[in-house]
């Protein structure tokens, strides 16, 4: 990935970022270089900046760059989750392996970053329209299990499909 794109850049930046702890903009250089990305620090130092990268102290008193919704080592906390889905969710349902998440118009996004930061067993990633998403769910745990948890988190009834909808 020598060459690519900036967006791809900047993905891998937040993948490392959540991966491990990383102290500083130079460290985060090799890093990079290490996987055949090559940049400057000046680059690297744009992109923290583009991705809103901040400073925090870790335990034992050391400081390591992370994200502002996702500092380093921690994953969207269950109350964060349970927060959003009972905010935004509107209608959860199962179709195949796929759990479908309902929300109000142009709310998908938030729900879909949520769930794509969280540490529920099987979300293997989502996909977000405006008011829909699909939650690709990992076939050893299946959709029925994630999506009867999101509507637990959530407070939204699963829906389920009646007799007449089977059939037709």
């Not at 109000?104 to 769930?115: D, F, R, T, Y």
């Not at 293997?124 to 994630?146: M, P, R, S």
């Amino acid at each position: 990935m020598a060459k690519g794109t900036k967006h791809q850049r900047q993905h891998r930046i937040t993948q490392l970022l959540e991966e491990q702890v990383v102290t500083s903009q130079g460290q985060l250089a090799e890093l990079l270089s290490s996987e055949g990305i090559v940049v400057t620090t000046a680059t690297v130092s744009r992109d923290l900046q583009e991705l809103g990268v901040i400073t925090v102290r870790i335990p034992g008193g050391d400081k390591a760059l992370a994200l502002p919704e996702l500092p380093a080592q921690q994953v969207a906390p269950v109350d964060h989750l349970r927060r959003v889905l009972g905010e935004w969710a509107v209608e959860i349902a199962t179709s195949g392996s796929l759990c479908v998440v309902r929300t109000p118009p142009g709310c998908a996004h938030v729900v879909a970053s949520a769930l794509d930061r969280s540490i529920i067993d099987g979300v293997v990633g989502t996909v977000a329209g405006d008011d829909t998403i699909l939650v690709a769910v990992d076939d050893l745990v299946g959709a029925q299990a994630v999506a009867e948890q999101l509507a637990e988190y959530s407070g939204v009834a699963l829906r389920t499909r009646s007799k007449r909808e089977k059939k037709g």
